[in-house]
């Protein structure tokens, strides 16, 4: 931390440790359990895994980005002036085209979306909206919006705006990081969603491993192969052609998805990142956050990209190869 330990652990300066508590930059907040963010177009994982596995899209599936939709006097924008063209569940994943993920949801012309509940149905299956499961008190649990909620609490009635905001991660839609780093490892292990767990294992005085501590399995089976496999893609091609190729120099194959998040309707925006590797056979997955940094593929990526190098270098590597076969 940015403060010495010693001011609150032995607690000898009352003045110094107000201080601290009243920092706005909340130092005790653990944000990777307790901050809760708008994801930005990382949610668009669980986005497109939702429009999958309800069948309202396919690989053929396409959609014509033209630059955004229009209802009314509203306008749901892609980021990109003009839009993308015909666009896949692929290519929407990367270069992040909001069209594609606007029309999964709710719909566009004569394309019925999947809904709001639907799409919130399948989030918390990939483990938003609800704790992770981590061995740690106090753990955030995000949220999911629903129509009566916004009926209760903000005296309103559910717009397709909503549906809309909420397909691209933004609107009232919050996330914890862990809990994102939880749905990546749900593509990345073939389905698995799990409850992270801080001990591996339980070390002797020689070193020895005493005990280990198995993961422990929320549920299995959470997406299909084939939603899986088309996600997967999607990622992949971030990094080789979307908004993640800074991650392309990297030592191993990875793949991502970048977000940047609009902030309480500010032009504040937060940079996320979340990857997992190798591709093939994944043995990582990270997020990285940055608060009101700006893009997720200027600032986040770069960040990603020098924790990878460390984790995939040859040295480390071969620490972990020791650590779990053991002395």
């Known amino acids: 931390p940015s403060y010495p330990q010693s001011d609150i652990a032995r607690g000898t300066d009352p003045a110094k440790t107000r201080i601290i508590f009243a920092n706005p930059d909340s130092p005790f907040l653990n944000r990777a359990t307790q901050g809760q963010y708008v994801p930005g177009s990382t949610f668009k994982i669980a986005v497109a895994s939702a429009g999958l596995e309800e069948r309202a ?107 809309y905001h909420a397909a691209i991660g933004q609107g009232d839609v919050l996330v914890t990081p862990l809990q994102l780093a939880v749905a990546t490892s749900v593509i990345a292990n073939g389905g698995t969603r799990v409850a992270p767990r801080l001990i591996d294992a339980i070390e002797g005085p020689d070193g020895s491993i005493q005990e280990r501590m198995p993961p422990m399995i929320r549920s299995e089976n959470v997406l299909s192969p084939r939603t899986i496999d088309l996600v997967r893609a999607g990622m992949r091609s971030a990094v080789t052609d979307g908004s993640a190729r800074g991650l392309n120099a990297l030592p191993v194959v990875v793949s991502a998805k970048t977000g940047t998040a609009q902030v309480g309707g500010t032009d504040r925006t937060h940079a996320w990142v979340t990857v997992f590797g190798p591709s093939h056979s994944a043995d990582l997955a990270l997020v990285v956050l940055l608060e009101g940094a700006g893009g997720g593929d200027t600032f986040a990526v770069p960040v990603a990209r020098e924790i990878l190098a460390w984790y995939f270098a040859p040295e480390q590597q071969g620490k972990r190869a020791h650590t779990v076969t053991g002395p």
Do not use: C
């Open 57 to 163: 899209i396919s690989a053929q599936t396409t959609v014509d980005s033209t630059g955004g939709i229009r209802i009314g006097q509203w306008f749901f924008p892609d980021w990109k002036a003009g839009g993308h063209g015909r666009t896949d569940v692929v290519k929407a994943l990367a270069e992040s085209v909001n069209t594609f993920f606007y029309t999964i949801a709710g719909g566009m012309d004569d394309a019925s979306g999947i809904g709001i509940e639907k799409l919130t149905t399948w989030a918390r299956q990939m483990g938003f909206g609800e704790h992770t499961g981590i061995d740690l008190p106090e753990e955030g649990r995000g949220f999911l919006p629903s129509p009566s909620w916004k009926e209760e609490v903000k005296k309103e009635p559910w717009y397709i705006g909503d549906t």
